[in-house]
């Protein structure tokens, strides 16, 4: 606690980033320049971030997370640690000797690749051991009946072997309080997972684990069991979760992908895709990033899935008409449709929907600090690149940047420690995720957008309407919003809904990161909304 006190004194902050918008313009280039263009542009940038190198693994100390974090003081942390400072220095020799290697005779070159990559492949084996999916122990979080809809799937990053990636999952499911399947993204040694990055992002090259994850992705999305998919991402995770959502926008129905949430953390990708599923949406969206703008349109009343949980959306309070008072000749106004289920017909009604929130994917939020040396090479440098150019990479969904002494990549002991601290009982054991910490009491500080148009990136305002409808007189969310550096507004109702009660004390006027994270509402077995009271989605307009 002193430690958090005293990084408030130097300067601790959060910086958030509405969603990018989208529209016509092809600004990806990953999908639009040449490969190797691209891998130049990574390499340059590199260099441009190469100071940061250092926080990958700093700071190495507080490991407030105990035996969860990765450089606690374990024999198990120790033995992986040893067996990776081997391969960097294996690895690295082999590059710098690469070229000279080139001189020797044919049958000695292919002699000494097959020595090299057999030692370093069976290095690896002693970290990734033999199995691909792990699933976390039950006495971090037992499954629990108000939980058998959803499904929690955790995709890590470099580096990671079968120890740090039992405790990733491990640490997830004591945090919320429920099951976490991992799928493991298999290290071959800090360089050459740099490098597997880099052709994964640059030429979208799906390697073996980007293939497992989709099949266990869209199994599950199309389990009818599951009504809430929670896809968690870390680091190269990003870069392989955002080719396996690709796939996923390419080939699954919308009703599918609507029971997906995606969360990132020191994000390592070059683009991030979740398209609006209607155009109507996105224009509107486009004229009017900074207001709650509402589109109304006509809504058929269909089950997303045959789910022993229904996703089914509060009752609509802000009605134009009924389906039956359209008449034929209304051309402002699509006209009404039917749905037939079970052999009944069922009328349409018109409803207002939030451009902000008619996305294919439900919610997308990413986190990341501001020294974390994979955060700016990715996600952060896509998301607050200054130049004006079309050829921008498109990079959809919230982010919270935080600015923080201990913020460095490493996931349970910088992200997980810093963002979700555990909390403890009298005998020191650890009992599930703090209801308070600095970076989700922290005021709000709207981030600097550079110099992209103003369509670019939806409005504080829209982003707030995703947690709670705003302007209603019982809702925590201020109806009227000045922005001056922070967040400030008028309070017009008591905390309820989908902010838990014990937050209440702390709305002073001033947003904080608590109540923009919708991952925070998931803390110790809660659950946000699935939607906004008057928002229905993931229907047909």
């Not at 207001?291 to 058929?300: A, F, K």
Request: proline share 6%; aromatic share 12%.
């Amino acid at each position: 606690m002193n430690g958090d006190k005293a990084s408030r004194r130097v300067g601790d902050r959060t910086e958030f980033f509405g969603s990018q918008v989208g529209g016509k313009s092809v600004i990806n280039y990953s999908y639009t320049d040449q490969p190797w263009r691209l891998v130049a542009y990574d390499i340059r940038y590199f260099f441009t971030f190469a100071w940061a190198l250092p926080w990958i693994v700093w700071p190495v100390r507080p490991c407030d997370g105990g035996h969860f974090d990765e450089l606690y003081f374990t024999p198990d942390n120790v033995w992986c640690i040893s067996i990776h400072v081997v391969l960097f220095v294996l690895q690295l020799l082999f590059l710098v000797l690469l070229p000279v290697a080139l001189l020797l005779p044919v049958y000695l070159f292919i002699a000494a690749l097959g020595v090299f990559f057999l030692v370093n492949s069976l290095l690896c084996r002693c970290l990734n051991g033999n199995t691909t999916t792990y699933v976390s122990d039950p006495k971090y979080a037992p499954a629990l009946p108000e939980h058998q809809h959803e499904q929690w799937i955790f995709l890590n990053g470099v580096a990671v072997g079968e120890t740090w990636l039992k405790s990733n999952i491990n640490r997830l499911a004591l945090t919320f309080k429920r099951p976490v399947l991992g799928i493991h993204n298999r290290t071959t040694g800090i360089i050459f997972d740099v490098i597997e990055c880099l052709i994964q992002r640059n030429f979208s090259y799906a390697t073996s684990d980007v293939r497992l994850a989709y099949k266990v992705l869209k199994e599950t999305l199309y389990n009818p069991q599951y009504s809430k998919v929670v896809f968690i991402l870390h680091s190269q995770g990003g870069v392989e979760g955002g080719l396996v959502l690709d796939w996923l926008l390419q080939e699954l129905p919308q009703d599918l992908l609507s029971k997906l949430e995606v969360y990132t953390f020191g994000n390592a990708s070059n683009h991030f895709n979740n398209p609006h599923r209607h155009a109507q949406s996105q224009e509107e969206e486009q004229k009017h990033p900074n207001t709650r703008t509402h589109v109304s349109g006509v809504i058929t009343d269909v089950p997303l899935i045959d789910s022993p949980v229904q996703m089914k959306a509060p009752p609509v309070q802000k009605q134009v008409s009924n389906a039956s008072d359209l008449s034929s000749n209304d051309t402002d106004h699509p006209q009404p449709l039917t749905a037939v289920t079970n052999g009944i017909r069922t009328p349409s009604r018109r409803t207002h929907i939030v451009p902000a929130s008619d996305r294919a994917i439900g919610y997308v939020e990413h986190y990341a600090h501001t020294t974390d040396f994979v955060a700016l090479w990715g996600l952060l440098h896509f998301v607050t690149n200054e130049r004006a150019s079309p050829e921008m990479p498109r990079f959809i969904g919230r982010v919270f940047s935080r600015v923080s002494t201990r913020g460095g990549h490493q996931f349970c002991q910088h992200y997980l420690n810093g963002m979700f601290p555990l909390s403890r009982n009298k005998e020191g054991e650890f009992t599930g995720c703090a209801d308070r910490n600095d970076f989700m009491d922290s005021v709000v500080e709207v981030a600097k957008i550079g110099t992209e148009k103003a369509d670019a990136r939806e409005g504080f305002e829209n982003s707030w309407s995703m947690i709670e409808r705003a302007g209603d007189p019982d809702s925590a969310i201020p109806s009227e919003v000045a922005v001056y550096g922070s967040f400030h507004g008028s309070f017009h109702g008591s905390l309820r809904g989908s902010i838990h009660s014990d937050d209440q004390d702390l709305f002073d006027g001033r947003v904080r990161v608590r109540h923009l994270s919708r991952l925070w509402q998931y803390r110790n077995g809660r659950s946000p909304p699935h939607l906004p009271p008057s928002l229905l989605r993931g229907t047909t307009m």
